[in-house]
């Protein structure tokens, strides 16, 4: 399945972040690993797991609501690839963190694009009802705050719009969003390094159910990211 996914995305450069809170199990992870899978965290355990599972800092993001002192701390001093974060709030607390530790967090900005996942209400987490990331608005007037602080380098934007979705057209309006951001980020001088554009492929859970093909997904969010020139990390986990 990662061979799979990993091809359809072939001609792009492009980094796959095992969602660790998919499956946790150890062997699972370390199996994904050596497939030449990334690891994306949700928690502070899940960052512990995917270092026990061989994964370097430089290989994990960090995501998730709510994260606490300590595990920004981990985050920080590990110097992750990347934290999501998802409010004004949190950058204070990791900038805080960075500058008493004399070190630079790596930080990218989780994005509301308001884009309804066509799936369960209790997993969609893309529209402005959710309490999931930050808007366009919001986001733009944050990371040009963040791009003045010294101790914060601002390395993505980050977009995840919910689970088990099996229509393209929501992914590609998620990835539309977050790439005319980095154009608009990019005419301010402000230089990212990556699109995150999540995870959230559904899988066939009854005969017959009819989901994306890993090709056809490919197909939705490469446009969009390629217009940019940055590089694409995904986040696959159930499928």
């Known amino acids: ?52 599972a061989g994964f370097t800092p430089d290989q994990i993001v960090f995501t998730g609501v709510g994260k606490t002192h300590e595990q920004l701390l981990r985050a920080v001093t590990l110097g992750l ?18 500058q008493a530790h004399n070190t630079t967090a790596r930080v990218a900005v989780r994005v509301n694009p308001d884009v309804d996942a066509g799936s369960h209400p209790y997993i969609s ?14 986001a733009m007037r944050m990371i040009a705050d963040m791009a003045r602080r010294p101790h914060l380098k601002v390395v993505g934007l980050h977009v995840h719009i919910g689970s088990q979705i099996t229509d393209a057209s929501p992914l590609a309006r998620a990835a539309s969003t977050i790439a005319a951001m980095a154009t608009a980020l990019t005419h ?10 999540g995870g959230g492929l559904g899988i066939a859970y009854t005969e ?11 197909a939705a969010v490469l446009p969009p990211v390629k217009a940019t020139g940055l ?3 995904l986040e696959p986990g159930r499928w």
């Open 188 to 197: 301010d001088g402000i230089a990212i390094e990556h699109l995150d554009i």
């Open 208 to 218: 017959g159910q009819q989901v994306l093909s890993p090709e056809e997904y490919a």
């Open 231 to 233: 590089r694409l990390v």
């Open 81 to 98: 690839k990347a934290i999501n974060a998802e409010s004004p709030g949190e950058v204070d607390r990791i900038h805080a963190i960075a």
């Open 1 to 52: 399945r990662y061979a799979a996914l990993d091809r359809a995305f072939a001609e792009w450069p492009h980094d796959m972040h095992y969602a660790i809170k998919a499956n946790a199990t150890l062997a699972v992870v370390r199996e994904m690993r050596a497939a030449g899978a990334h690891a994306d965290a949700n928690s502070g355990g899940e960052i512990e797991v995917a270092l026990r």
């Open 125 to 138: 987490t893309g529209s402005k009802s959710n309490k999931f990331g930050m808007s366009e608005a919001q």
